[in-house]
T-cell receptor, first 114, second 114 residues
Framework: QKEVEQNSGPLSVPEGAIASLNCTYSDRGSQSFFWYRQYSGKSPELIMSIYSNGDKEDGRFTAQLNKASQYVSLLIRDSQPSDSATYLC??????????????FGGGTRVLVKP | DAGITQSPRYKITETGRQVTLMCHQT?????MFWYRQDLGHGLRLIYYSAAADITDKGEVPDGYVVSRSKTENFPLTLESATRSQTSVYFC?????????????FGPGTRLLVL
């Protein structure tokens, strides 16, 4: 069983619609959850982090966390063609040796169609 | 502020050759990481380092060697390159152990082993 799982997609979304991305994780001790966006040929860049149950909003992005269900999601409102990218979910494990060590899901590819 | 840089950005080599990928960060971050990214596998941790002269294996360390003589540099060496090591390699850094610490990624090195 993978530690962090995401649907690989592609998730096709019309421009202006809401894109909903899901991520499940296996380690109940995880404390922090990150969403990275990765454009084709580029490196991952952080777009959201969430640490507590509930919703966290930042602009058009909303992260949702449910630790009981071991589930984190990302909503992209008013999707734009520029949101077309792969979105990586990352979950932490704190270790002395590695600090805030992250385990990444395989990513969900999002395509926003004009 | 250069942040985190990698060199070379692209490299073609032959099976059996030694290759070194460089990573340099200007933030004085304690933690540094090397990942490889392949289709179908997402980001996989190769090696990480908590400080100068402290390194440890990640998920896929075989065939790789790292060193960290200075805080800002974390080179990755492929001692005898194999075709299976064709991949995109990302270096990342993080400031500390706190669960809110984020990892920041370099631009990546695309390596092709013929």
């Amino acid at each position: 069983q993978k530690e962090v799982e995401q649907n690989s997609g592609p998730l096709s979304v019309p421009e202006g619609a809401i894109a909903s991305l899901n991520c499940t994780y296996s380690d109940r001790g995880s404390q922090s959850f990150f969403w990275y966006r990765q454009y084709s040929g580029k490196s991952p860049e952080l777009i959201m982090s969430i640490y507590s149950n509930g919703d966290k909003e930042d602009g058009r992005f909303t992260a949702q966390l449910n630790k009981a269900s071991q589930y984190v999601s990302l909503l992209i409102r008013d999707s734009q063609p520029s949101d077309s990218a792969t979105y990586l979910c990352a979950v932490n494990m704190i270790t002395k040796a590695a600090g805030n060590k992250l385990t990444f899901g395989g990513g969900t590819r999002v395509l926003v169609k004009p | 502020d250069a942040g985190i840089t990698q060199s070379p950005r692209y490299k073609i080599t032959e099976t059996g050759r030694q290759v070194t990928l460089m990573c340099h960060q200007t933030w004085s971050h304690s933690y540094m990481f090397w990942y490889r990214q392949d289709l179908g596998h997402g980001l996989r941790l190769i090696y990480y380092s908590a400080a100068a002269d402290i390194t440890d294996k990640g998920e896929v360390p075989d065939g790789y060697v790292v060193s960290r003589s200075k805080t800002e540099n974390f080179p990755l060496t492929l001692e005898s390159a194999t075709r299976s090591q064709t991949s995109v390699y990302f270096c990342a850094s993080s400031g500390g152990e706190d669960f809110q610490e984020t990892q920041y990624f370099g631009p990546g090195t695309r390596l092709l082993v013929l």
